[in-house]
């Protein structure tokens, strides 16, 4: 007689193990969002909402290691997601605000971004799958993607802070494009936030320059942005000199 097959127990889980996979989800569809917004014309709706997405982007896998739900398909999920709201979303909203008078050119400096982005997101996900003992970069190796989409966005800060007195033209906005598209595969190391140790004693200022950096982002929203870009693209610079100077020192 055939045996028939056994068919396997099934698991029950916490409920609670899902939130961070929702996250995830919301964080896709705040990117959508964004498009739709880009095609309506309401680019202001359409950044805070990828600023939004990247917010849920780094929260979603803090809180899988916190709950201990950490799986194979939520971390394809959150890549997945990572593709779309900063490589596809940041890329159409720049084309519908100010590269479609130029449409070849600024559709070219759109698929290179997107393509810049998806192999940045492959190369991050093939380190984390590295050996328990192989030794790991303390820092991001090239511009993460939520950088790298807040950084291509800043032609739309500074034509915003300046009320269009600085506005980009087209092919200086594909150039700007491509570029942020060439840091995100690049080899430069850049800033990470989870390497840094501060003495205990200094948490206060932190809080309280968080307070400020939040409270400016709520009153005086584009500057804050440009501003915040060109921070973190002088610490790329700063961070890129220190290697150049040790592989001299090296050689």
Do not use: Q
């Amino acid at each position: 007689m055939n045996e028939e097959p056994v068919t396997p127990p099934r698991r029950r889980m916490p409920l609670l193990y899902l939130l961070p996979n929702l996250i995830s989800i919301l964080a896709l569809c705040a990117g959508l969002t964004a498009i739709r917004m880009a095609v309506e014309g309401r680019f202001g709706w359409a950044v805070a909402l990828i600023g939004l997405a990247a917010a849920l982007d780094g929260i979603d896998g803090r809180l899988a290691r916190m709950l201990k739900s950490e799986s194979a398909i939520g971390a394809e999920l959150d890549s997945l997601c990572d593709l779309v709201n900063f490589g596809v979303t940041p890329a159409l909203v720049l084309y519908y605000w100010g590269m479609r008078a130029d449409t070849s050119l600024g559709w070219i400096a759109v698929l290179i971004y997107a393509v810049c982005c998806m192999l940045r997101l492959a190369r991050f996900n093939v380190g984390n799958r590295l050996p328990e003992g192989a030794e790991k970069p303390k820092g991001f190796v090239g511009v993460p993607s939520p950088a790298g989409a807040m950084l291509a966005l800043l032609p739309i800060y500074l034509a915003y802070a300046f009320d269009n007195a600085l506005r980009m033209p087209p092919w200086a906005v594909a150039i700007w494009m491509v570029f942020v598209g060439a840091l995100m595969i690049s080899r430069m190391p850049t800033p990470s936030f989870k390497g840094v140790r501060i003495y205990a004693e200094n948490a206060r200022f932190i809080l309280v320059g968080s307070v400020a950096v939040i409270a400016a982002l709520l009153t005086y929203p584009w500057v804050t942005l440009l501003l915040l870009d060109l921070v973190y693209l002088a610490a790329i610079l700063v961070l890129w000199r220190k290697s150049a100077r040790s592989l001299r020192s090296v050689v």
